[in-house]
């Protein structure tokens, strides 16, 4: 799997959007991104993926680059509750042959604050 | 609540005892994983399964652990001879693959404590 790398703490103030950068320069063709994140004292949480094109749930939305050497988290209107380690992965798809295992880097710690 | 449950949620025992972790995931998942966390770091693959069948191990995972998912539905890791170096949070994570993607629903996690 790819190698990400992601700053290692971001804050960002309630209500304003958050952005967390991941870079991932040696992502193969067939490898996806996923975000997940964990907040304190529990198991990490699944928030988003994409391959290409920008994605977007209700929890947050992914800007991919074009060479998709890099890509963007965005969650619009950050609260509280939003305070957390996010992880940026790459992996190949869970489907098919590929069992979907994750490989998590440091991640980066989000603190939202008031 | 019908997401993944974990049990116990902490475990403290000696140097040198075995301790037993049960995971239930979510009914119907046929994919079962197992990672390991320590302080500051991001959660570690240790094992998977497909239904019953366990079909990949990490080199991290030496001969002193073991996992079971008799059936394709709880599964057990258990740790021979604990070590201090066994500290950490121990996580399991379920999903359900048909085709495509599928994402992965954690527990909240083991914590043993090896003094």
């Known amino acids: 799997d790819a190698k990400t790398t992601q700053p290692t703490s971001m804050d960002c103030a309630e209500g304003r959007a958050a952005n967390l950068p991941c870079n991932h320069s040696?992502?193969?063709?067939?490898?996806?991104v996923y975000w997940y994140r964990q907040i304190h004292s529990q198991g990490p949480q699944y928030i988003i993926h994409?391959?290409?094109n920008n994605e977007t749930n209700e929890m947050a939305s992914l800007i991919i680059t074009e060479d998709r050497k890099s890509s963007t988290l965005i969650l619009p209107h950050a609260t509280l509750r939003d305070t957390a380690v996010y992880y940026c992965i790459v992996s190949s798809s869970a489907g098919g042959t590929s069992y979907g295992k994750l490989t998590f880097g440091q991640g980066t710690i989000l603190t939202v604050h008031p | 609540d019908t997401g993944v449950s974990q049990d116990p949620r902490h475990k403290i025992t000696k140097r040198g005892q075995n301790v037993t972790f049960r995971c239930d995931p979510i009914s119907e998942h046929n994919r079962l994983y197992w990672y390991r966390q320590t302080l500051g770091q991001g959660p570690e693959f240790l094992t998977y399964?497909?239904?019953?069948?366990?079909?990949?191990k990490s080199r991290l995972l030496s001969d002193r652990f073991s996992a079971e998912r008799p059936k394709g539905s709880f599964s057990t890791l258990e740790i021979q001879r604990t070590e201090q170096g066994d500290s950490a949070m121990y996580l399991c994570?379920?999903?359900?693959?048909?085709?495509?993607?599928?994402?992965?629903?954690f527990g909240p996690g083991t914590r043993l404590t090896v003094t």
């Open positions: 994570a379920s999903s359900l693959v048909s085709q495509g993607f599928s994402e992965q629903y």
């Open positions: 994409g391959l290409k």
């Open positions: 399964f497909q239904n019953e069948a366990q079909l990949e």
């Open positions: 040696t992502i193969s063709g067939n490898e996806y």
